[in-house]
């Protein structure tokens, strides 16, 4: 069965400063996974993904995720944070089925 | 371009009523799905579908059906609220690639149930 676990429930940066939300996952396949941002009371928007091919992968808004199979990650940062970053952020793994395995969210917020 | 679109946005139910949550899309997508969303759990995946004339339950399907008579369209019924149910429901599409495809969402629709 596959999961994804994000290790910080809320992270709080300072606008300026870097962004770093954790996440690992667990796969029996050769995972996709992907980061999802929701902002207050909007649906959800593709943040980027990994499919096999460079590990390190870059998104929109300057964020960018590695994948480490050693260490079953997929981190999402991003060098200097801006206050239109404030939001949630989901990490989530597909296997080849389609369906998407959510994790709990990572509360965004950043302190002008 | 209007994507996924879901309709209504907000509703308040009785317990024991029953409703239809709507979503359409226009991108051909052949993979359709419902999520709730509730506080620290992410979204739970409630119903799916990989094309007209098929559906499949999620993880949390008690309470909820689902149909899917054409390409566009995808509606969530409760048959008998309960509180329980009370959540944000988003409805999502995409096209099927061995789940490397992006899922389309919409807007949510935060239902209450009293």
């Known amino acids: 069965a596959q999961s994804v676990t994000q290790l910080d429930s809320h992270v709080s940066v300072s606008e300026g400063t870097p962004v770093l939300l954790r996440c690992n996952y667990s796969?029996?396949?050769?995972?996709?996974l992907f980061w999802y941002v929701q902002h207050p009371n909007k649906g959800l928007q593709l943040l980027l993904k990994?499919?096999?091919?460079?590990?390190l992968v870059k998104g929109i808004n300057g964020f960018e995720a590695e994948f480490k199979k050693s260490e079953t990650s997929f981190h999402l940062t991003k060098p200097s944070a801006h206050m239109s970053d404030a939001a949630e952020y989901f990490c989530?793994?597909?296997?080849?089925?389609?369906?998407?395995?959510f994790g709990t969210g990572t509360r965004l917020q950043v302190f002008p | 371009n209007a994507g996924v679109t879901q309709t209504p946005k907000f509703q308040v139910l009785k317990t024991g009523q029953s409703m239809t949550l709507q979503c359409a899309q226009d991108?051909?997508?052949?993979?359709m799905s419902w999520y709730r969303q509730d506080p620290g759990m992410g979204l739970r995946l409630i119903h799916y579908?990989?094309?007209?004339?098929?559906?499949d339950q999620g993880e949390v399907p008690n309470g909820y059906n689902v149909s899917r008579s054409t390409t566009e369209d995808f509606p969530l019924r409760l048959l008998s609220a309960a509180p329980s149910q009370t959540s944000v429901y988003f409805c999502?599409?995409?096209?099927?690639?061995?789940?490397?495809?992006?899922?389309?969402f919409g807007q949510g629709t935060r239902l209450t149930v009293v």
């Open positions: 999502a599409s995409s096209s099927m690639d061995g789940g490397r495809a992006e899922a389309f």
């Open positions: 796969s029996s396949y050769s995972p996709s």
């Open positions: 990994y499919t096999s091919a460079a590990t």
């Open positions: 989530v793994v597909s296997d080849d089925t389609d369906k998407l395995i």
């Open positions: 991108m051909n997508h052949e993979y």
């Open positions: 579908s990989v094309g007209a004339g098929i559906t």
